[in-house]
């Protein structure tokens, strides 16, 4: 007993000893990283440098005097600092840090267990999710909406409302009316937040929420775990790769992109009006563009001239005979549909004082559009509507694509070679070997 109180004691001056040592290493090393542990009751001292230096096989030289106290106090065994094991703490390496950071860690909605309802997860709020979605059995399965947008958006109207025929309340429907079940269910949910991406194989899907700054970081990204999949993302505005569209023009797919219509086609008239205005300018200002001879472009075309008839006239008399309204279509307008109806709608606008004109557009600038032929249109309010295509989300999903990089689909609007996955709406389109034709991007062919 007498032999092991002197160890102890030699054994606490030792430990000391280390705890100057590392006060000394602390201030010649000041500002350089190095990681060090030390422990009163522990017969060892490690120190790992990442400064580099001569500081690594110092503290191994007192591990050796240590050593030979214990061999001059008659004291022997192997110690296990000489030979690191499994229970020797390991400072991480820095390419190890590096890896853990670089994987994402997602919260979220794990896989269903034994005895739960599947669950059924759809991306989008548009016609063909929300007709999926009012249809789809609640006491079978469980939902989950993820979109960007809270509320369907009856597009036909939206031009109406641009002008004020239609308030923006009239042509918007919640998606939780439209499936009570989001709201109400206990394990079904709506996201507010944008897909980034799918993982089939692990059946989950990846999100970012739309952020505001509310959040506790930017950003915010969650994961989802399905049984079965229903894309129905829609589509995007088809801009050619024409310089200056998506700074420049309006498009009219939106209850947000109506109420920016209205906002300037509103402005414009108001600023027509002040003093100082050159009769240039008011033509400019009070001259409206629409490019596409479409259902949206021909549907905006005839709601703008009859606003400028009714209530342009009697409301903004000072320049009322400067507004004007133009449709420029590379080919035909509406050429999609019959020949009498093309012709009628050509009559109407015409007789409306909508002015008809063939071009292609090469250039859109701030204040005015540069066509095929050199000629140059200046504008006021410019509204772009020339159809539709792939979103650069479905662009992005390694899956079959049909003609137009939609998503590919057999008869049963599923994805082949991928398990419990569906396309719907205009993200959609029938492959090749189905021998069926690409459907337009209409309601009418839900």
């Given amino acids: 007993m007498a032999l092991a109180r002197i160890a102890r004691a030699n054994l606490r001056r030792s430990g000391s000893a280390f705890g100057n040592y590392a006060s000394e290493m602390d201030l010649l090393c000041e500002g350089r990283s190095y990681t060090s542990k030390f422990s009163s009751k522990s017969p060892y001292y490690h120190v790992n440098s990442k400064a580099g230096g001569n500081l690594s096989y110092i503290p191994y030289i007192k591990e050796q005097n240590l050593m030979n106290l214990f061999s001059l106090r008659g004291i022997s065994g192997t110690p296990y600092y000489q030979h690191p094991s499994a229970n020797t703490e390991r400072a991480p390496e820095e390419s190890e840090l590096e890896v853990e950071q670089d994987e994402p860690k997602y919260a979220g909605l794990e896989a269903t267990k034994l005895g739960e309802k599947p669950r059924v997860v759809v991306l989008g709020t548009g016609w063909a999710a929300c007709r999926f979605l009012k249809g789809l059995d609640t006491r079978i399965y469980d939902v989950v909406c993820i979109s960007p947008r809270n509320h369907m958006v009856f597009t036909p109207l939206l031009a109406s409302t641009c002008v004020g025929t239609l308030e923006f309340r009239s042509v918007a429907e919640p998606v939780s009316r439209i499936q009570k079940a989001l709201s ?52 995007e505005p088809l801009t050619f790769g024409i310089q200056g569209v998506k700074e420049h023009a309006f498009f009219l797919r939106e209850v947000n992109h109506a109420q920016d219509i209205r906002k300037r086609l509103l402005l414009n008239l108001m600023l027509s009006e002040n003093p100082g205005i050159s009769e240039e300018e008011k033509k400019r200002l009070l001259h409206c563009v629409v490019i596409g ?108 694509k049909s003609p137009g990089g939609r998503i590919g689909v057999d008869e049963w609007l599923r994805v082949p070679s991928v398990e419990d996955v569906f396309a719907l709406g205009d993200c959609a389109g029938f492959l090749e070997q189905t021998k069926r034709p690409v459907l337009p991007a209409l309601a009418q062919v839900l």
Avoid at 202 to 231: M, S, T, W
Avoid at 317 to 329: A, F
């Fill in 184 to 235: 109400k269910d206990p394990n079904s949910y709506f996201f507010l937040a944008s897909c980034t991406g799918i993982d089939t194989n692990k059946h989950e899907v990846y999100c970012e929420a739309v952020n505001n700054g509310g959040l506790p970081r930017e950003p915010y990204q969650f994961k989802v775990a399905y049984d079965k999949l229903v894309i129905a993302a829609g589509a």
């Fill in 293 to 400: 001879g479409g259902p949206t472009g021909v549907e905006f075309s005839g709601e703008l001239s009859d606003f400028i008839m009714r209530d342009v006239h009697e409301r903004y008399t000072h320049v009322k005979d400067y507004v004007r309204v133009t449709l420029i279509e590379a080919n035909e307008i509406l050429s999609s549909f019959d020949v009498s109806l093309r012709q009628y709608a050509i009559r109407h606008l015409t007789k409306s004082g909508v002015h008809l004109m063939k071009g292609v557009v090469k250039e859109v600038h701030p204040k005015s559009i540069v066509l095929s032929d050199g000629s140059v249109v200046p504008y006021g309010l410019l509204v772009w509507s020339t159809g539709v295509g792939p979103s650069e989300f479905v662009k992005t999903l390694n899956l079959p």
